[in-house]
């Protein structure tokens, strides 16, 4: 089946199958009632419709399930990244995260971070994985970076420090950082207030595809000029 031939390759595969899976970029399908993913520029099948359901992408990931259990995290090309069924999509998420697969490391803090400050979430935990993928100046990861300084999310608060990394995650076009950099500067927090920056950076964060960016740039003008 289609499902152990992808647990295999993801696992026991090694280089060449990290090329193959390289090249997907997967949408879900429906048929006879069953989900499968396909490669959205080919057309072909990368999992044959075998799940009872399979999630939108979020995040680069999305989660596929038989029943009533959450079993997979799969990102946007189509690799399997936890390896044993979980109960729930995020504690699938934080097993693909917890074996050290980055794109699923930087969708569990996105969740954390960004939608859901949830208690059951470690913030440590999140901290630390963040600040992993930081590392290498990772843009998508030293704007999260950044916002867990600011909030001490994981660790203590240090907005002088917060503010030099979102520059850095902005300077690298990243949506997220340019939004939050543009908060800074309309709210005043770490920095003085700068209406004209704070514009710029929404413009930038909009025109990266932010949604966040785009719905503050919009608004910039109705609170200013209402």
């Not at 006879?32 to 057309?43: A, F, H, I, Q, S």
């Not at 993928?133 to 999260?144: Q, R, S, T, V, Y």
Request: one cysteine or more.
């Amino acid at each position: 089946m289609a499902l152990f031939k992808a647990l295999k390759s993801v696992f026991g595969g090694g280089k060449n199958d990290d090329e193959k899976y390289r090249n997907y970029d997967v949408k879900r399908y429906l048929e006879n009632g069953k989900w499968g993913l396909k490669d959205r520029r080919t057309g072909s099948i990368v999992e044959n419709p075998e799940y009872d359901y399979i999630s939108p992408m979020y995040n680069n990931v999305c989660y596929a399930y038989r029943g009533s259990q959450y079993i997979y995290i799969i990102n946007k090309h189509g690799q399997i990244l936890n390896k044993e069924a979980q109960q729930s999509w995020l504690d699938a998420l934080s097993y693909a995260a917890n074996s050290g697969n980055s794109i699923a490391r930087k969708a569990y803090a996105k969740y954390a971070i960004q939608e859901d400050g949830n208690s059951s979430v470690d913030e440590n935990e999140i901290y630390e994985y963040i600040k992993k993928e930081a590392k290498n100046e990772d843009p998508e990861a030293l704007g999260m970076l950044a916002h867990c300084t600011e909030n001490g999310f994981g660790t203590k608060e240090d907005i002088s420090n917060a503010m030099l990394m979102y520059r850095r995650a902005a300077y690298k076009g990243d949506g997220f950082a340019l939004n939050c950099l543009g908060d800074c500067h309309y709210y005043a927090k770490g920095i003085p207030r700068n209406y004209k920056e704070a514009l710029d950076n929404y413009r930038k964060s909009a025109n990266a595809g932010y949604a966040l960016g785009q719905r503050n740039f919009a608004n910039f003008f109705v609170n200013e000029f209402d």
